[in-house]
């Protein structure tokens, strides 16, 4: 069974710094995308940042240039480095696992989820 755990989140003031880890365990295939949600209460789940195998990655706007995802294959983690954090930044954050090799922003095109970490930012 795959699992996948996600670590460090917490509170942190705006500008602040916040570096999410997500460990995938039980024989998983590294050859699949990997990529990282969030949502905040009465909001949907949205696309956060993806990063294939090789390395191409993708970001939603209003992230780009502010976080950052890097993924190591042969540790089967992947991070997601939150730097210069706002207030709308806050939200429950999820490491999710794709069943295609190319990250997209469709919740539908993952399969397996962590728990969620929460991200608060005060302002």
């Known amino acids: 069974q795959v699992q996948l755990v996600e670590s460090g989140g917490g509170l942190v003031q705006a500008g602040g710094s916040l570096r999410l880890s997500c460990i995938v365990s039980?024989?998983?295939?590294?050859?699949?995308?990997m990529a990282w949600f969030r949502q905040a209460p009465g909001m949907e789940r949205e696309f956060v940042a993806g990063?294939?195998?090789?390395?191409?990655?993708a970001y939603r706007d209003s992230v780009k240039g502010r976080f950052t995802i890097s993924r190591e294959n042969a540790k089967n983690t992947t991070v997601l480095q939150m730097n210069s954090l706002r207030p709308e930044d806050t939200a429950v954050y999820y490491c999710?696992?794709?069943?295609?090799?190319?990250?997209?922003?469709?919740?539908?095109?993952?399969?397996?989820w962590g728990q969620g970490t929460q991200v608060t930012v005060s302002s």
């Open positions: 039980g024989r998983p295939s590294s050859l699949h995308a």
């Open positions: 999710a696992k794709s069943t295609r090799y190319s990250s997209t922003s469709d919740p539908d095109d993952y399969n397996y």
């Open positions: 990063i294939t195998w090789s390395g191409a990655v």
